[in-house]
């Protein structure tokens, strides 16, 4: 009876064993099939080539320096008439804004008035001290009288013409800030006239790429806010500002715009891309090809039995040709590109499978490239 009990206890113990040991060996198939994992994706062999570094940026039209008036009242007085609003094209000499005449009408009238008394004053005393009657210096004190009236008058006279505001070039009204009936004073502008064909593209560039322009290098130039927009041509950087804006915190690079086949218009949006610089040797991905993680960037190189291994990578400049790679790849070395958001480290990759086949894709896989 203790035999029977004894093997019954054995029995159980192998079948116990068995258990145990057919569960170890299912997980270490799961991990090895996991290692193994098969993932569709693209792949491309880096190669070095010839790479130009742009910036893009956005800005604005704006008049060509030389090219632009601004108007303000001689002296303190009324708006009595506004003839031209804001984006109107006015003819050199044209008629904007009237100030109230009356007041510059009278201080004319008072000296000039004033200039005939210190005259005809003049004449007296100089008359008198010809006969010895008064000192001399009494001719001289009313001779600087006269030249004193005289300058007054013509500043009166002067300031009674300018009263009338006349555009001293040909152009569009970019602003008005002259309102009927209302004070203003010489340091307030009241219009601004632009010359529409001479205008400059003003960009805003962070003050790190600001340091790899230089003035002379080429500019692309779009409509809108995106190199997609309209083609405008290419201009040139005729000056970086030394200067960062308090606003914006950005540096203003000035472009000479370019002929285009229509007219640019004052603070129409443009999209710059500006050359910094060409290396005729550089590492140079497609933009799909890097995986961010945190604020660094990782890619996927595929060794000789398709297994991808990820390798931290150093971004520089960005182009439309890809993203240029200064520390992490050496030419011919193979890396992930479409695809790569869904590559594991140690996954196997396949190639994509024909259109309409089946997909050998891992769960999660992304397909959609995604630019940095």
Not at 340 to 349: E, H, N, R
Request: hydrophobic letters at 40%; a neutral charge; one cysteine or more.
């Amino acid at each position: 009876m203790r035999f029977l009990e004894k093997a019954r206890n054995h029995r159980v113990f192998a079948a116990a064993a068995l258990v145990l040991l057919g569960c170890g060996g299912k997980k270490g198939g799961d991990d090895e099939a996991a290692a193994k994992a098969v993932v569709s994706a693209q792949t491309v062999v880096v190669q070095p080539q010839a790479f130009t570094e742009v910036v893009g940026a956005i800005g604005t039209v704006v008049a060509r320096a030389g090219h632009v008036a601004t108007l303000s009242a001689p002296a303190a007085g009324r708006v009595g008439r506004v003839l031209v609003t804001t984006g109107q094209h006015v003819r050199a000499g044209e008629t904007l804004v009237e100030m109230d005449q009356a007041p510059f009408r009278a201080s004319a009238q008072s000296a000039e008035a004033a200039l005939s008394a210190a005259e005809r004053a003049y004449e007296r005393q100089q008359r008198l001290a010809q006969e010895g009657i008064v000192p001399r210096k009494d001719a001289e004190q009313a001779a600087a009288d006269v030249a004193r009236a005289r300058s007054e008058a013509e500043a009166a006279r002067r300031a009674e013409q300018l009263s009338t505001l006349r555009s001293p070039i040909s152009g569009v009204v970019t602003r008005m800030a002259a309102t009927l009936g209302a004070s203003v004073d010489p340091a307030q502008p009241l219009v601004e006239i632009s010359d529409p064909t001479s205008l400059d593209v003003l960009l805003g560039v962070t003050p790190t790429d600001a340091a790899r322009i230089r003035p002379g290098t080429k500019a692309t130039l779009s409509a809108g806010e995106s190199a997609s927009g309209e083609p405008l041509g290419v201009g040139s950087v005729v000056d970086v500002s030394g200067t960062v804006d308090t606003a914006t915190r950005s540096v203003a690079v000035r472009v000479r715009a370019p002929a285009t086949r229509r007219p640019l218009r004052i603070g129409e949006t443009v999209f710059g891309r500006i050359q910094t610089g060409t290396r005729p040797s550089a590492i140079v991905i497609p933009p799909e090809a890097l995986v961010p993680e945190g604020d660094e960037f990782k890619v996927f190189v595929v060794d000789a039995q398709s297994i991808a291994h990820e390798r931290e990578v150093k971004v520089g400049g960005r182009s439309a040709a890809g993203v240029e790679i200064v520390e992490g790849l050496e030419p011919g070395e193979r890396i992930v590109t479409y695809g790569a958001y869904g590559v594991q480290d140690s996954a196997k990759i396949a190639p994509p499978a024909p259109s309409g086949g089946p997909s050998t894709a891992a769960p999660g896989a992304s397909k959609k490239p995604v630019t940095p």
